[in-house]
C-alpha cells in the first residue's frame, strides 16, 4: 500500500473539487463531493500506478510538500 498526497480544489462555478497529485504530474481528476473526490483520486493513482508498472517504469515516492503564503499588492 502507497500512500500520496492529494490536492483538492473546490471548484466554485461548477461545484465538486478537481484533484491534483502533486508526485504525479498530469494527473487529474474530480468529484462532484469531497468524498467522490477522493475516492476518484484512489482509483486513478491505482490506475496510474498500474500503468507504470506494466511499462516497468519506476513508481514515484510521494512529495514532502510545503505550502506558505505570500502577501502581493494590488494596485
Known sequence: ??????????????????????ALPGLFTQGE???????????AIAFHLECLAGEGAPIPEDEALVYEHVEVAVA
Open 33 to 43: 463531493s469531497r468524498d467522490d473526490a477522493l475516492e476518484a483520486a484512489r482509483e
Open 1 to 22: 500500500m502507497k500512500r500520496y498526497t492529494v490536492v483538492l480544489i473546490p471548484e466554485a462555478e461548477e461545484g465538486g473539487y478537481s484533484v491534483t497529485v502533486p
